[in-house]
């Protein structure tokens, strides 16, 4: 089984900055492209930022010169640095990844949701 496990979540006020971690573990062989989404209340989920197994990079409109996604392969993780951050960021943060399992399917998997909360 292959699980994600999110962390790094919190209070922040408005102007300052948070960075969201995201570990894969349990079995399986490749992890390709990474990602984070967010849900805010009465939202729907939207894409955040994707970064490829090679390191190439997408963002929203709505977070790009603010935050910046990358990744360690060696730790398995995901990172995703948010700075300068507005209350209109406040939402749950979930990761996602495309991994390859022993089973050698490659499926979607999320992690469990971070909270991030900008006050005003």
């Known amino acids: 089984q292959v699980q994600l496990v999110e962390s790094g979540g919190g209070l922040v006020q408005t102007g300052g900055s948070l960075t969201l971690s995201c570990a894969a573990s349990g079995s399986f062989f490749t992890i390709y492209d990474m990602g984070w989404y967010r849900q805010a209340p009465g939202n729907e989920r939207e894409l955040v930022a994707t970064?490829?197994?090679?390191?190439?990079?997408t963002y929203a409109d709505s977070v790009k010169g603010r935050f910046t996604i990358s990744r360690d392969n060696a730790k398995n993780t995901v990172y995703l640095q948010m700075i300068s951050l507005k209350p209109e960021d406040t939402a749950v943060y979930y990761c996602n990844s495309k991994i390859r399992s022993i089973h050698w399917s490659i499926d979607d998997y999320w992690g469990q949701g971070t909270q991030v909360t900008v006050s005003s």
């Open positions: 970064i490829s197994s090679v390191g190439t990079t």
